[in-house]
C-alpha cells in the first residue's frame, strides 16, 4: 500500500495491535513516543524488529507534535495517546484534561498547519456516556461524562467534530466502549483479574480484592476494534462510529468465567473492597454498533468468553515463566 502513518500512544495496548495490523497491510509506521527514564516498549519488541520507527515527542508539546508529522509525512494519523487510567482522573484531572483533552486539539492544529489532507482518527470512548441517557448507546446518544476522564474525552470528541466542520478536515472519531486483551495494563480490572487468577493459579497470592462486583460493561476484544479504526479512515466521507458488541457483562461475570478457566472456586478468593469504587460509578454502558455494521461492515470476532480466557491462558504463561525464571 505504501501508505505512511503516525500513531500516538504507540506503547499502550491499542497502539501495539493496531501498529502490528497496519505493518501487516504493508504501511510504514511510526509511532510517537513520550520521552522516560524507564522501558516503555515491552508490547513493540516484534514490532520494532520488524520496522516500526519511534519519533520522540508528546501531546502537551504542539511543537514536537508539528516535527513528528514533518518527519513522518503520514497519510494517516492515530490519536490513541491519552491519561487513560480512569480512576487515576480524579488524582490527576489538570493532567487528564491537558493530555486527554487539550493534546487533541494540539495534533489537529498541527496536522492543519502541516498537511490539511492527512486523515485523522480520534480515539473517543464510551466513559462519554457516563450516567446513560438511553440504552444501548448509539452516535445519537447525549454525553454525560462522570470522571474527568470522560469529560476530557468529551471535549476531544467534539474538538475534532468542530475541525472537520471548521477546517474539512478528514477528521473522525471511534466511540469504543471496552476493549481489552493480554495486552492490558495490569492497573485495568480486566488484567487484574486475570493477572490475578494466574497468581492464586500458582500459590503465589490467595485472595483478589476487587470493587463493585455488579458494575457492567460492553467488553470485546482491543484486536477486533483497530481493524474498526482503519476502516473509519478508509471512507469516503468522515463519520463518527459507536464500536461495541452489543454485549455486556457484569464484573461478576467476568471473575467467574476467569477462575473456572483456571479450575479455581472464585468465591473463595474474591473480596469485595469498597476502596475500589468509584466516586461516581457508570453502572451500565452497552453499545449500538449497528452503523459501523453497516457501514463498514466491522463485526467483532472475538466473543466475551473467549477474551477472558484467552487472557487467563496469557496471565497463567507469563506467571510460570517468573517463577522459572526466579522473579517471583
Same mark, same amino acid.
Given at each position: 500500500?505504501?501508505?505512511?502513518?503516525?500513531?500516538?500512544?504507540?506503547?499502550?495496548?491499542?497502539?501495539?495491535?493496531?501498529?502490528?495490523?497496519?505493518?501487516?497491510?504493508?504501511? *510504514?509506521? #511510526?509511532?510517537? =513516543?513520550? *520521552?522516560?527514564?524507564?522501558?516503555?516498549? %515491552?508490547?513493540?519488541?516484534?514490532?520494532?524488529?520488524? @520496522?516500526?520507527?519511534?519519533?520522540?515527542?508528546?501531546?502537551?508539546?504542539?511543537?514536537?507534535?508539528?516535527? $513528528?508529522?514533518?518527519?513522518?509525512?503520514?497519510?494517516?494519523?492515530?490519536?490513541?495517546?491519552? =491519561?487513560?487510567?480512569?480512576?487515576?482522573?480524579?488524582?490527576?484531572?489538570?493532567?487528564?484534561? %491537558? &493530555?486527554?483533552?487539550?493534546?487533541?486539539?494540539?495534533?489537529?492544529? $498541527?496536522?492543519?498547519?502541516?498537511?490539511?489532507?492527512?486523515? #485523522?482518527?480520534?480515539?473517543?470512548?464510551?466513559?462519554?456516556?457516563?450516567? +446513560?441517557?438511553?440504552?444501548?448507546?448509539?452516535?445519537?446518544?447525549?454525553?454525560?461524562?462522570?470522571?474527568?476522564? @470522560?469529560?476530557?474525552?468529551?471535549?476531544?470528541? /467534539?474538538?475534532?467534530?468542530?475541525?472537520?466542520?471548521?477546517?474539512?478536515?478528514? $477528521?473522525?472519531?471511534?466511540?469504543?466502549?471496552?476493549?481489552?486483551?493480554?495486552?492490558?495494563?495490569?492497573?485495568?480490572?480486566?488484567?487484574?483479574?486475570?493477572?490475578?487468577?494466574?497468581?492464586?493459579?500458582?500459590?503465589?497470592?490467595?485472595?483478589?480484592?476487587?470493587?463493585?462486583?455488579?458494575?457492567?460493561?460492553?467488553?470485546?476484544?482491543?484486536?477486533?476494534? +483497530?481493524?474498526?479504526?482503519?476502516?473509519?479512515?478508509?471512507?469516503?466521507?468522515?463519520?463518527?462510529? &459507536?464500536?461495541?458488541?452489543? %454485549?455486556?457483562?457484569?464484573?461478576?461475570?467476568?471473575?467467574?468465567?476467569? #477462575?473456572?478457566?483456571? @479450575?479455581?472456586?472464585?468465591?473463595?478468593?474474591?473480596?469485595?473492597?469498597?476502596?475500589?469504587?468509584?466516586?461516581?460509578?457508570? =453502572?451500565?454502558?452497552?453499545?449500538?454498533?449497528?452503523?459501523?455494521?453497516?457501514?463498514?461492515? /466491522?463485526?467483532? %470476532?472475538?466473543?466475551?468468553? @473467549?477474551?477472558?480466557?484467552?487472557?487467563?491462558?496469557?496471565?497463567?504463561?507469563? +506467571?510460570?515463566?517468573?517463577?522459572?525464571?526466579?522473579?517471583?
Amino acid at each position: 500500500m505504501n501508505k505512511k502513518t503516525l500513531i500516538t500512544g504507540i506503547t499502550g495496548q491499542d497502539g501495539s495491535y493496531l501498529a502490528e495490523f497496519l505493518m501487516e497491510k504493508g504501511y *510504514r509506521v #511510526f509511532g510517537l =513516543q513520550r *520521552r522516560s527514564s524507564t522501558i516503555t516498549t %515491552e508490547r513493540l519488541e516484534h514490532l520494532l524488529q520488524g @520496522g516500526l520507527e519511534l519519533i520522540s515527542g508528546d501531546l502537551i508539546d504542539q511543537n514536537s507534535l508539528i516535527k $513528528a508529522l514533518e518527519i513522518s509525512t503520514p497519510d494517516e494519523v492515530y490519536n490513541l495517546g491519552a =491519561q487513560s487510567f480512569v480512576p487515576a482522573s480524579w488524582d490527576q484531572p489538570v493532567l487528564t484534561g %491537558e &493530555v486527554t483533552g487539550l493534546g487533541v486539539t494540539k495534533m489537529l492544529e $498541527a496536522i492543519r498547519l502541516v498537511n490539511p489532507k492527512i486523515r #485523522f482518527y480520534q480515539a473517543s470512548s464510551s466513559e462519554m456516556f457516563g450516567k +446513560v441517557k438511553e440504552t444501548p448507546q448509539s452516535e445519537s446518544t447525549p454525553f454525560y461524562p462522570r470522571s474527568p476522564y @470522560g469529560v476530557a474525552k468529551v471535549y476531544g470528541h /467534539w474538538i475534532t467534530i468542530n475541525y472537520r466542520e471548521s477546517y474539512d478536515l478528514f $477528521a473522525v472519531s471511534g466511540i469504543l466502549f471496552n476493549h481489552e486483551s493480554p495486552r492490558r495494563g495490569l492497573e485495568f480490572v480486566t488484567r487484574k483479574v486475570t493477572r490475578g487468577v494466574a497468581m492464586i493459579k500458582a500459590g503465589r497470592q490467595k485472595e483478589l480484592r476487587l470493587g463493585n462486583l455488579e458494575a457492567k460493561r460492553d467488553w470485546g476484544f482491543a484486536g477486533d476494534y +483497530v481493524r474498526a479504526m482503519w476502516l473509519m479512515l478508509q471512507q469516503e466521507t468522515p463519520e463518527d462510529y &459507536v464500536i461495541a458488541t452489543g %454485549e455486556t457483562n457484569t464484573v461478576k461475570r467476568m471473575v467467574e468465567i476467569a #477462575f473456572a478457566r483456571a @479450575g479455581l472456586d472464585w468465591e473463595k478468593h474474591v473480596v469485595v473492597d469498597p476502596k475500589f469504587y468509584r466516586p461516581a460509578e457508570v =453502572q451500565l454502558l452497552q453499545g449500538d454498533s449497528s452503523k459501523a455494521r453497516r457501514v463498514l461492515g /466491522w463485526e467483532p %470476532e472475538v466473543d466475551f468468553g @473467549g477474551l477472558i480466557e484467552m487472557m487467563v491462558d496469557a496471565d497463567i504463561e507469563r +506467571v510460570n515463566d517468573l517463577i522459572k525464571w526466579g522473579k517471583i
